[in-house]
C-alpha cells in the first residue's frame, strides 16, 4: 500500500459517534436529540414537496434556505454556506481554511471529538489548549502571543461536552486577538441560552460561526447545518463545496428546512421546554450528590464523587437507558445527558439513585 494509504486512512482513527440502538425500547439520552418532534408544519412542507419533482436534481444553492437562514440572522444570503449537517460544513471549513502547513489550530483539550478527526484527516497540525480547573474555556490562552502563528482556532459554544458557555466579550476577545486566522465557533447548542457570535460579525469577519437544525430545531434525521460568515469566506467554501458535490442538500431536506427556521413560536415553545426541563434535571442530579457543570446547552456533563463514570453509565444501559460516557483521562468520571422530558429526566434519576443505593 502506498504511504498515502499508511499515513492517512490506515490510521485514522475515525470518530466514534453515540450509539443509535437497533431497537427502541431503550431510553435514548446519548446524543442530544431534541425529546419533542419537529414543527408540524415541517412534516406538512416534506409531505408537500414529495412529488414528480424528485426526479430533477435539487436547487443546488438552495436559494430558499440560505434565504431564510439571512433572514434568521440578519445577514445576507450570500453569508450563508449550507451543507448536509453542521459535520459536513465543519468538513469544508477544515478542508478549506486550516490548511496552512505545519501552522497549528488551536482548540481546546476537551471539545467535540470529531475536530481532531478531521485534523488527522486532512493533515491539519493541532494544538490543544487545556480547559481551567473548572472546565471553562479559558480566554487568555487564546488572545496571548502564541509560539507559532497559528492556522485558525475552533471552539463549541456552549462546549461540548461540557455545556460551559463563553460570552460575547470573550469570543470577542479572542477574534479580535487573532484578526488574521480564521475563528470558527461552532454553536450547534447555542439556542438552549447562550449568545450568538452572528451578533459580532462586521466587528470580527475572521468569525465564522456554525449552526445545525439537529438539535433546537428537533431535525437531526433531516441532516442541515449551515454556517455564516463574511462573504469572502462563504464565497471559498462554496468554491470548495462545488469541487466536492455541487448537490450537498436533497430537495426534501431543504424544504423542510426551511419550514423549520420559519416557525419560531414552535422553536420557543419547545426549546423553553428544553431549558426547563434542564434546570430541573441538575436539580435532581445534585440532589443525588452529583456535580452538576453550569449547562446552557441540552445536555448535562455531571460526575459523582463516590462513582465511577464508566461503571453508572453501564448500570444505567443495563436498565434501559442510555447516555454518554467519554474514555478520555480528564472527565472519565463524567457522564453526559442529555435533556428528555420531564418524565424521562425523572426516569434516570429514580434508576440513577437505584444504582447509587444498591452500590453503597
Ligand atoms: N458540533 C457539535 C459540537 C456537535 O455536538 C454535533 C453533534 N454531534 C455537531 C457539530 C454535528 O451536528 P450535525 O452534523 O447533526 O449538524
Same mark, same amino acid.
Given at each position: 500500500?502506498?504511504?498515502?494509504?499508511?499515513? =492517512?486512512?490506515?490510521?485514522?482513527?475515525?470518530?466514534?459517534?453515540?450509539?443509535?440502538?437497533?431497537?427502541?425500547?431503550?431510553?435514548?439520552?446519548?446524543?442530544?436529540? =431534541?425529546?419533542?418532534?419537529?414543527?408540524?408544519?415541517?412534516?406538512?412542507?416534506?409531505?408537500?414537496?414529495?412529488?414528480?419533482?424528485?426526479?430533477?436534481?435539487?436547487?443546488?444553492?438552495? &436559494?430558499?434556505?440560505?434565504?431564510?437562514?439571512?433572514?434568521?440572522?440578519?445577514?445576507?444570503?450570500?453569508?450563508?454556506?449550507?451543507?448536509?449537517?453542521?459535520?459536513? !460544513?465543519?468538513?469544508?471549513?477544515?478542508?478549506?481554511?486550516?490548511?496552512?502547513?505545519?501552522? %497549528?489550530?488551536?482548540? %481546546?483539550?476537551?471539545?467535540?471529538?470529531? $475536530?481532531?478527526?478531521?485534523?488527522? /484527516?486532512?493533515?491539519?497540525?493541532?494544538?490543544?489548549?487545556?480547559?481551567?480547573?473548572?472546565?471553562?474555556?479559558?480566554?487568555?490562552?487564546?488572545?496571548?502571543?502564541?509560539?507559532?502563528?497559528?492556522?485558525?482556532?475552533?471552539?463549541?459554544?456552549?462546549?461540548? %461536552?461540557?455545556?460551559?458557555?463563553?460570552?460575547?466579550?470573550?469570543?470577542?476577545?479572542?477574534?479580535?486577538?487573532?484578526?488574521?486566522?480564521?475563528?470558527?465557533?461552532?454553536?450547534? $447548542?447555542?439556542?438552549?441560552?447562550?449568545?450568538?457570535?452572528?451578533? /459580532?460579525?462586521? +466587528?470580527?469577519?475572521?468569525?465564522?460561526? #456554525?449552526?445545525?437544525?439537529?438539535?433546537?430545531?428537533?431535525?437531526?434525521?433531516?441532516? !442541515?447545518?449551515?454556517?455564516?460568515?463574511?462573504? +469572502?469566506?462563504?464565497?471559498?467554501? #462554496?468554491?470548495?463545496?462545488?469541487?466536492?458535490?455541487?448537490?450537498?442538500?436533497?430537495?426534501?431536506?431543504?424544504?423542510?428546512?426551511?419550514?423549520?427556521?420559519?416557525?419560531?413560536? $414552535?422553536?420557543?415553545?419547545?426549546?423553553?421546554?428544553?431549558?426547563?426541563?434542564?434546570?430541573? /434535571?441538575?436539580?435532581?442530579?445534585? &440532589?443525588?450528590?452529583?456535580?452538576?457543570?453550569?449547562?446552557?446547552?441540552?445536555?448535562?456533563?455531571?460526575?459523582?464523587?463516590?462513582?465511577?463514570?464508566?461503571?453508572?453509565?453501564?448500570?444505567?444501559?443495563?436498565?434501559?437507558?442510555?447516555?454518554?460516557?467519554?474514555?478520555?483521562?480528564?472527565?472519565?468520571?463524567?457522564?453526559?445527558?442529555?435533556?428528555?422530558?420531564?418524565?424521562?429526566?425523572?426516569?434516570?434519576?429514580?434508576?440513577?439513585?437505584?444504582?447509587?443505593?444498591?452500590?453503597?
Amino acid at each position: 500500500m502506498s504511504r498515502f494509504w499508511s499515513d =492517512h486512512v490506515v490510521d485514522l482513527s475515525p470518530y466514534t459517534p453515540g450509539e443509535q440502538p437497533k431497537v427502541d425500547n431503550l431510553l435514548k439520552l446519548n446524543t442530544n436529540e =431534541h425529546p419533542f418532534g419537529p414543527s408540524p408544519r415541517v412534516l406538512t412542507a416534506i409531505k408537500d414537496a414529495a412529488d414528480d419533482s424528485l426526479r430533477l436534481y435539487p436547487d443546488n444553492d438552495s &436559494t430558499a434556505l440560505r434565504q431564510a437562514v439571512a433572514t434568521l440572522h440578519g445577514v445576507q444570503a450570500g453569508q450563508v454556506f449550507p451543507g448536509n449537517g453542521s459535520d459536513e !460544513v465543519l468538513a469544508h471549513i477544515f478542508n478549506g481554511l486550516f490548511r496552512h502547513g505545519d501552522r %497549528p489550530l488551536l482548540m %481546546p483539550d476537551v471539545t467535540y471529538s470529531f $475536530y481532531r478527526t478531521y485534523c488527522k /484527516l486532512y493533515g491539519i497540525a493541532c494544538r490543544t489548549i487545556p480547559l481551567a480547573d473548572d472546565f471553562s474555556i479559558r480566554v487568555s490562552d487564546y488572545v496571548g502571543a502564541h509560539p507559532v502563528r497559528p492556522a485558525g482556532i475552533i471552539f463549541s459554544n456552549p462546549n461540548a %461536552p461540557t455545556g460551559i458557555a463563553l460570552t460575547l466579550a470573550d469570543i470577542r476577545a479572542i477574534a479580535g486577538a487573532n484578526p488574521d486566522v480564521p475563528v470558527v465557533v461552532d454553536e450547534a $447548542y447555542v439556542d438552549f441560552g447562550a449568545s450568538s457570535a452572528i451578533a /459580532l460579525l462586521s +466587528e470580527c469577519p475572521n468569525i465564522v460561526v #456554525v449552526h445545525t437544525l439537529s438539535k433546537s430545531r428537533s431535525l437531526a434525521g433531516l441532516r !442541515v447545518g449551515y454556517a455564516v460568515a463574511s462573504k +469572502e469566506i462563504v464565497d471559498g467554501l #462554496v468554491r470548495i463545496k462545488d469541487s466536492f458535490n455541487s448537490y450537498p442538500l436533497d430537495k426534501l431536506a431543504q424544504v423542510g428546512a426551511v419550514a423549520a427556521l420559519q416557525d419560531s413560536a $414552535y422553536f420557543d415553545e419547545t426549546r423553553n421546554a428544553v431549558i426547563k426541563v434542564r434546570e430541573n /434535571l441538575s436539580k435532581q442530579l445534585k &440532589t443525588l450528590g452529583f456535580e452538576v457543570l453550569p449547562s446552557l446547552a441540552n445536555f448535562v456533563f455531571a460526575r459523582h464523587p463516590e462513582h465511577d463514570g464508566a461503571a453508572l453509565s453501564r448500570a444505567l444501559r443495563a436498565e434501559g437507558i442510555l447516555v454518554r460516557h467519554f474514555g478520555i483521562a480528564r472527565i472519565d468520571q463524567f457522564l453526559r445527558i442529555t435533556v428528555g422530558t420531564q418524565a424521562d429526566c425523572d426516569r434516570l434519576c429514580n434508576t440513577l439513585s437505584e444504582i447509587i443505593l444498591k452500590t453503597h
